[in-house]
């Protein structure tokens, strides 16, 4: 979600592309594994050559995660709660730009513009993983009313995405009408068969 947050914040600060988008993913890449690789690392380095400390992990020695209650907010939460607070940072400057690309065209306001706002907003907030937020609070602050909407939002979130991203009216006219393009040809292929015998 970094990286999509961090990427959504390039593609509006910049007027044009200046890297080939090739190399931008390679840098992605790097990122993606390098960094949960190194705290992996540290948190195994620590696990199995230090003597028992309170940040040992004890992978799977009471539940079938990080046991230890420090180690658990060190190797996950702190990474987390940078992830979040950058996402924030790319949502919020996103935004900012959004605006001033608004206020530039100087497009006149009104209700239906505001929806497609708040909608854009919303989708933005969702990729940007927000819902992550509702798990980070419920884990370190014993508020278990949280984790129901984190494990229903987050469960969900690849219906979100399609919902939001995919299933547009644009997309439902097209598919409706390749479906009636196959559909005519289904038939009229079945009446040459009919009439051949």
């Known amino acids: 979600m970094n990286i999509l947050s961090f990427d959504v914040y390039s593609i509006f600060r910049r007027k044009t592309r200046s890297e080939k ?4 993913e390679v840098k ?3 990122y993606a594994w390098v ?3 190194i705290i992996i690392f540290i948190s195994l380095c620590n696990e199995f050559l230090f003597l028992a400390n309170d940040l040992q992990p004890l992978y799977g020695l009471r539940v079938c995660w990080i046991s230890q209650r420090l180690a658990l907010l060190t190797f996950f939460g702190v990474p ?3 992830i979040l607070i950058l996402n924030a940072t790319f949502f919020a400057l996103t935004i900012k730009h959004l605006i001033e690309i608004k206020n530039s065209t100087r497009m006149v306001r009104n209700h239906q513009e505001n929806k497609i706002r708040f909608s854009l907003y919303f989708k933005l907030a969702l990729l940007m993983g927000f819902t992550w937020a ?8 014993n508020i278990s009313l949280l984790w129901y909407p984190f494990v229903i939002l987050n469960g969900l979130q690849g219906v979100f995405i399609f919902v939001c991203f995919t299933l547009k009216r644009k997309n439902y006219q097209m598919l409706k009408g390749v479906i009636k393009v196959e559909s005519k040809a ?3 292929e079945e009446g040459t068969n009919m009439t051949s015998l």
Request: proline share 4%.
């Open 21 to 24: 988008y090739s190399k931008i």
């Open 28 to 30: 992605y890449w790097i």
């Open 35 to 37: 960094t949960p690789l």
């Open 80 to 82: 987390l709660l940078c």
């Open 134 to 141: 509702c798990g980070f609070i419920a884990s370190f602050n």
């Open 186 to 188: 289904l038939s009229s």
